[in-house]
């Protein structure tokens, strides 16, 4: 299996502009989260989906982050528009409901707004 | 709400040398815990887990053990490798939160030839 993937591996853009950060989740996994790594604020869980449903959405810092999964097999985290604040780590994961809490991490993408 | 304190870092040490990471945590049931391990320009993988109170967890000479009268699962290594460098992250799930971990701020540790 390749594990989580994860695109782009870096980011760099202009304040103002749109980001897209994807994420492809293990197969079959019915979980899926995404985090953000800073380090002031460490890791902090942004939202996560069960069976591509949106159940907890209450880490998202504003109204300018968006996350959709419109299918088991794809994710998207987008930021619209970007502050140079929003730069960061930002790591999709997924897990089986069955996994017992283990999450499988991507590798990340690191994002820097300037 | 619950939470997970790690010690702060960097932690460095020579080879073979004890290591101790320290954690613990604040939960209103009964979580199950976790330690990962992040190598630079990596995710983050399981290291290891304990899901009861004074179960021990296991992996790659690593051991915790859950201590629910002190609310810890400190992390031990009776010899560090340099390999073994890494930032440690110390995590808590409750059962009915479908697998949503909550981490503790990471301690970065450093092991010297």
């Known amino acids: 299996d390749a594990g989580v993937i994860q695109s782009p591996r870096h980011e760099v853009t202009e304040m103002g502009q749109e980001v897209t950060l994807r994420c492809k989740p293990i197969?079959?996994?019915?979980?899926l989260f995404w985090y953000r790594q800073t380090m002031m604020r460490g890791l902090e869980l942004l939202i996560y989906?069960?069976?591509?449903?949106?159940?907890?959405d209450s880490g998202m810092p504003e109204d300018r982050f968006s996350a959709k999964m419109p299918n088991a097999s794809f994710s998207t985290l987008k930021i619209q528009p970007s502050e140079p604040r929003d730069s960061a780590v930002y790591f999709c994961a997924s897990s089986l409901s069955t996994g017992g809490g283990k999450l499988f991490f991507g590798s990340g993408t690191q994002l820097s707004v300037l | 709400g619950d939470s997970v304190t790690q010690m702060e870092g960097p932690v460095t040490l020579s080879e073979e040398a004890f290591l101790t990471i320290n954690c613990t945590y604040t939960a209103t049931g009964y979580p199950s815990l976790f330690w990962y391990v992040q190598y630079p320009g990596e995710g983050l993988q399981l290291l290891l887990k304990a899901t009861k109170a004074d179960d021990k967890g296991s992996n790659k000479g690593f051991e915790a053990t859950y201590r629910k009268e002190t609310t810890s699962f400190h992390l031990e290594k009776g010899s560090v490798q340099v390999s073994d460098s890494a930032v440690y992250f110390c995590a808590l799930t409750m059962y009915n939160q479908g697998g949503k971990l909550i981490f503790g701020q990471g301690t970065e540790l450093s092991v010297k030839p």
């Open positions: 989906f069960n069976n591509n449903v949106p159940i907890d």
């Open positions: 197969s079959g996994h019915d979980y």
